[in-house]
């Protein structure tokens, strides 16, 4: 078993805060000095889900244990990308199929986030 990671991040309202970072982060190579401990996130592998090269979501693990208006639970960030495009009626297919891919994967990683939040996997 690995040995929990720990990281000490300043912030511009409680100094150096200490965390410790769940197997699945990615770490905090973005993290700036001036930001507030409630706004410290734990994000995992960010993963793209497109459409002829194109991002209609990110997602990826987070959790924000200091936040003052969100859950401190592990939970999936999702974030709508700005694919805009008009189609013909293969192109609506082919879309529909891309949709339907990234709902069987996003069904996949609401399965891997279950054991997260019940404690049964690190």
Avoid: K
Avoid at 95 to 117: F, I, S
Wanted: glycine share 10%; hydrophobic share 30%.
């Amino acid at each position: 078993m690995t040995e929990p990671r720990t990281i000490t991040l300043p912030t511009s309202d409680h100094g150096p805060v200490t965390l410790t970072c769940p197997a699945w982060c990615s770490g905090h190579a973005d993290h700036r000095p001036d930001s507030y401990r409630a706004d410290l996130t734990h994000y995992g592998t960010e993963e793209r889900l497109t459409f002829h090269g194109q991002a209609l979501y990110t997602v990826m693990l987070a959790q924000t244990p200091f936040s003052e208006n969100a859950t401190h639970d592990v939970g999936l960030y999702v974030e709508q990308g700005g694919y805009t495009g008009s189609l013909d009626p293969a192109g609506l297919y082919d879309l529909a199929a891309a949709l339907d891919g990234h709902a069987d994967r996003l069904r996949d990683l609401a399965d891997q986030l279950g054991p997260l939040l019940d404690g049964s996997s690190e």
